[in-house]
């Protein structure tokens, strides 16, 4: 039969890091993107949450509604199994939060989001019954997970703008010195590329594309570390991906744009009455590099998207399939088509 939940969604609510780190091992399950409960939990709500199952606390609240006439016979029992309650449900409680400490870092290390909400928009909280020691170690992973974000989109972030500003310092140069340089033939002498040319066109066109989109990716990737008044650290953060993303886009857009302009100004240079006989000299050179180059930008473009659409289902089904195919290994599997 079909589970109400997830068996990883069970696992983490359990706190079993054992079980959960032989699901995930499987290869069976999508850790990031499967059907939640009801509340929209991910498997780092249920893993984080730590609540209170020691069934011996109800039976002790049961003696407060004993009649005071017959107190006296029960007291030394209530006194007793107080005692014992508490110092058995502190042992357990540690217990219990020890494993969920285990099931939360697990899950970190496959990737979960600790900032990504369910469908209330609550990130994962260790709830009212975890204890202050719990609380704090949770809150002291969430606020180092948050600066290793940071830093790991400032650090893209400069990265992008020093590529984009070679792609840019590269593309500038293009109109000051066109493939077949400047025709002089009009009466005045002024200088002017060769546009009656095809491949002319095309590269003036691709090379000026390339220095404004390279521009533009410089700009969007110094905007992350500007601070910005009232922000929340969540706020941020998606403030930072979405333009490290954009910046990201706007390059692999400028690379295609200098690329087609390097195509172009290889085949131009040869001369028309040898470019069907020597043609091959820069079809091949082009036609070998762009191969190499487009597998490039093809999976940072892939990258790009999933960063971009990372709260998306369906594109990051897509992007755990395509992760899964380059890896060599079987397709996921709902973790939901768990039987028992």
């Known amino acids: 039969m079909l589970l109400p939940r997830s068996a990883l969604h069970m696992a983490a609510e359990e706190g079993d890091p054992e079980l959960l780190r032989i699901l995930l091992e499987t290869g069976k399950f999508d850790s990031h993107y499967v059907d939640a409960p009801d509340n929209g939990d991910t498997f780092l709500h249920a893993a984080v949450c730590c609540k209170n199952t020691f069934p011996l606390l109800p039976m002790l609240l049961d003696y407060v509604e004993i ?47 600790v900032w990504e909400p369910n469908k209330l928009g609550r990130i994962p ?145 040869i001369p028309n009455k040898n470019r069907w006989n020597q043609g091959w000299l820069a079809a091949s050179s082009v036609i070998i590099g762009s191969v190499g180059c487009l597998v490039a930008l093809v999976f940072s473009g892939i990258r790009a998207i999933s960063l971009l659409c990372h709260n998306n289902s369906a594109v990051g089904r897509l992007y755990s399939k395509w992760v899964c195919i380059c890896r060599g290994q079987a397709r996921l599997q709902p973790a939901t088509e768990f039987q028992v």
């Open 125 to 269: 909280d260790p709830g009212q019954d975890a204890s202050p020691e719990y609380s704090l170690w949770w809150y002291e992973k969430l606020t180092l997970d948050t600066l290793g974000q940071k830093t790991s989109f400032s650090s893209a972030a400069a990265a992008i703008s020093v590529t984009a500003s070679l792609v840019a310092t590269a593309s500038y140069v293009g109109p000051l010195q066109p493939p077949l340089g400047y025709s002089l033939e009009d009466v005045d002498q002024i200088a002017k590329i060769q546009a009656e040319v095809l491949p002319v066109r095309v590269f003036f066109m691709c090379n000026t594309i390339a220095f404004y989109l390279a521009i533009a990716a410089v700009v969007f990737s110094l905007t992350p570390s500007l601070p910005m008044p009232h922000e929340s650290t969540r706020e941020e953060l998606n403030r930072m991906r979405k333009r490290v993303t954009s910046a990201l886009v706007l390059l692999i857009l400028s690379l295609v744009a200098i690329l087609s302009a390097f195509a172009s100004a290889s085949i131009v240079v």
């Open 67 to 113: 009649p005071d006439q017959h107190y006296g016979e029960f007291g030394k029992v209530e006194q007793d199994l107080m005692m014992m309650g508490q110092q058995h449900y502190k042992e357990e409680r540690q217990h219990r939060e020890s494993r969920h400490q285990g099931c939360v870092n697990l899950l970190i290390q496959e990737g979960l989001d």
